[in-house]
């Protein structure tokens, strides 16, 4: 198999639960890259009220190296306050530059540190870690990558120990002459309130020394929260009466100040009147369910919820659920249970509603919407989780 086309070509996941299959999942090739982004310092920014800053800027590096991949296909997964992309030799040294300046960008905005790193996937290997991908079908316009063996951790524990980061960080200062493309990120919804009182942004990790006994705890953890919360459609965080076209600075300003041709005030002014009239059409457009050639704009927001990357997998389970107190108490009742027999870590924050960053390529093609708890979400649950693997003895061997 060609090493570039690699994740094109992988067999395409339809059911969620194929994630614990060991072999639906295919090794990447020993000549790529694993992409590790984060925000140093993301839970003061985030306690500071950052929390929509955090995300978009957890997005852009994604943003930024498709945008260079252009049509090549690469698997890639949003973790809130960061990111993980895999990329072939071909897309090696343009992606590097790309995100230096998407660093300097995030310092410049926000006086925000994006630690940005790459681990060369041969790297992995002879430290006796693997690093295998599958492809799920999420919607007809996307499809999202999941990630087995713990290599994808071991990367992120490379790029953050202090001891090898200086090995796998990027530390020089950006080219100037380099621009970063950031098309197709977006920010134009409002928060969206939980549909069942409460929106729950939780992570699980497995921690056997045996896969198949790890595929099977992820099995019945994914079983009982259907039990717990319901059919997919019930737990879905977003409902689609909920889901509302922001007009105010408040809600456009981070799009604005990353997006605009520069910080100089006219210029992020245009901008923001630009995305807000655009809003005020598309609010137009949905309202009246006009129907275009290319785009049906009454079935739009169906296409948005679609297209939502509330539940995935990257060494470990990530979901964004919606519920009630009730639901989240037998479920953190049955987590803890596991947790002290030994079967799992995990990590879990509440809130009252969603936050949504949108990468839109084509209205009505590809395009993906990733989906975080307010105040915090994945990021205070993964603090939520390291303290559980740090008052539990002994050691699991978790990666953070």
């Avoid at 985030?46 to 929390?51: H, L, N, Q, R």
């Avoid at 790459?118 to 990558?145: C, F, G, H, T, W």
Wanted: with cysteine.
């Amino acid at each position: 198999m060609d090493t570039e086309s690699f994740y094109a070509e992988l067999p395409v996941l339809d059911n969620f639960l194929d994630i614990t299959t060991s072999k639906n999942f295919k090794s990447v090739p020993n000549d790529w890259y694993v992409i590790i982004t984060d925000i140093i310092g993301s839970t003061k920014a985030i306690e500071s009220g950052k929390y929509k800053a955090v995300n978009l800027i957890g997005a852009c590096s994604i943003v930024a190296v498709l945008n260079i991949a252009k049509n090549l296909k690469i698997p890639f997964i949003f973790g809130g306050d960061g990111a993980a992309i895999l990329i072939p030799p071909s897309l090696f040294i343009k992606s590097k530059y790309a995100l230096l300046a998407t660093r300097h960008r995030a310092k410049l905005e926000f006086n925000m540190d994006l630690r940005v790193g790459a681990v060369p996937v041969v790297d992995l290997l002879k430290a006796n870690y693997e690093i295998k991908v599958a492809k799920l079908r999420v919607s007809e316009n996307y499809y999202q990558a999941a990630f087995t063996g713990d290599g994808l951790s071991y990367a992120t524990q490379l790029i953050k120990h202090p001891e090898t980061a200086s090995l796998y960080n990027y530390y020089e200062p950006p080219d100037p002459n380099i621009k970063v493309d950031f098309s197709g990120l977006e920010c134009r919804w409002q928060d969206i309130p939980s549909k069942h009182a409460e929106t729950v942004s939780l992570i699980v990790k497995a921690i056997s020394e045996d896969n198949e006994v790890n595929n099977k705890v992820y099995r019945e953890v994914i079983k009982k929260i259907q039990a717990i919360y319901g059919r997919e459609e019930t737990l879905h965080p977003i409902a689609k009466k909920y889901l509302k076209l922001a007009f105010s600075y408040n809600y456009l300003e981070a799009e604005t100040r990353l997006r605009a041709k520069s910080n100089n005030f006219w210029h992020q002014l245009i901008y923001f009147q630009k995305i807000r009239l655009e809003n005020i059409l598309g609010w137009i457009l949905m309202t009246f369910k006009v129907q275009l050639q290319d785009v049906d704009w009454g079935f739009y927001k169906e296409g948005v919820l679609a297209a939502t990357d509330y539940k995935k997998f990257d060494d470990m389970l990530r979901m964004i659920i919606s519920g009630n107190q009730e639901q989240r108490e037998k479920l953190v009742s049955y987590l803890e249970k596991k947790y002290r027999n030994g079967n799992l870590v995990y990590g879990l924050h509440s809130s009252d509603r969603v936050l949504m960053t949108c990468l839109v390529f084509e209205r009505n093609g590809r395009q993906v919407h990733f989906v975080d708890g307010a105040d915090g979400g994945y990021a205070t649950a993964a603090k939520s989780m390291k303290q559980r693997i740090n008052s539990k003895q002994p050691s699991t061997g978790v990666f953070l």
